[in-house]
């Protein structure tokens, strides 16, 4: 069982950075991807993902402007945001399982999510 926590969302300016946050229980966490996705109009879109060795990937929508990091020691997985747009605004979640993907449904754990608000 794995619980994940976000936190570090908030209203920015266009242009500006944030820096998102996901805290997971459990012992494991160095053995599972994890993925960032965002709330689009009828599904969860894929932002960033890292797989448990360390390979990344990103959206075309956000590559150049976020960095996907991960801290085994600290339980965490970081999103760097720069270069903020105002269609950057929604609700951001984190989630883990095994393997990386950027199919939301393969996904057994998610966060609550947090809030990003980028104002024009």
Same mark, same amino acid.
């Given at each position: 069982? =794995?619980?994940?926590?976000? $936190? %570090? *969302?908030?209203?920015?300016? !266009?242009g500006g950075s944030l ?27 894929? =932002?960033?993902?890292?797989? $448990? %060795? *360390?390979?990344?990937?990103? !959206? ?26 105002p269609e950057d605004t ?31």
């Amino acid at each position: 069982q =794995v619980q994940l926590v976000e $936190s %570090g *969302g908030g209203l920015v300016q !266009a242009g500006g950075s944030l820096r998102l946050s996901c805290a997971a229980s459990g012992r494991t966490f160095s053995a599972y991807a994890m993925g960032w996705f965002r709330q689009a109009p009828k599904e969860r879109e894929f =932002v960033s993902g890292i797989s $448990s %060795g *360390g390979t990344t990937y990103y !959206a075309d929508s956000v590559k150049g402007r976020f960095t996907i990091s991960r801290d085994n020691a600290k339980n965490t997985v970081y999103l760097q945001m720069n270069s903020l747009k105002p269609e950057d605004t929604t609700v951001y979640y984190c989630a883990a399982d095994s393997v990386l993907t950027v199919i939301d449904r393969r996904y057994h754990y998610w966060g609550q999510g947090t809030q990003v608000t980028v104002s024009s």
